[in-house]
């Protein structure tokens, strides 16, 4: 049994920051990819950005200069460090893990957390 939990969405005033969180526990042999997702109503899920086991990244064209992954894998958590927030952010933010937890390769979806940028 794998669980992702995210942490640290909420209210933010256009320009601020905020700090995502999400921790895989249970039976974890090994992660590959972990990446953040949003959606956005009236919008189509879109890649915010994701890194690998290796600690190589990739960002939305959106995100790039202003949001930050990173990842502990002693943990098995990631993080999104979100600065310069815009309105246009505000979104659920959605973690996906690639992991092996002994039977094969899955992706695993957390259950997301709010993100609303607004005055």
């Known amino acids: 049994q794998v669980q992702l939990v995210e942490s640290g969405g909420g209210l933010v005033q256009p320009g601020g920051s905020l700090r995502l969180s999400c ?3 249970g039976t974890i042999f090994s992660i590959n990819i972990m990446g953040w997702y949003r959606h956005a109503p009236g919008k189509e899920r879109e890649l915010v950005a994701r890194i690998t086991s290796g600690g190589n990244t990739n960002y939305g064209d959106s995100v790039k200069g202003r949001f930050t992954i990173s990842r502990d894998n002693a943990k098995n958590t990631m993080y999104l460090q979100m600065n310069v927030l815009k309105p ?3 979104a659920v933010y959605y973690c996906k893990v690639d992991l ?3 039977n094969r390769w899955t992706n695993y979806w957390g259950l997301g957390t709010q993100v609303t940028v607004s005055s």
Do not use: P
């Open 23 to 25: 921790a895989a526990s």
């Open 88 to 90: 246009e952010d505000t």
């Open 100 to 102: 092996y937890s002994g």
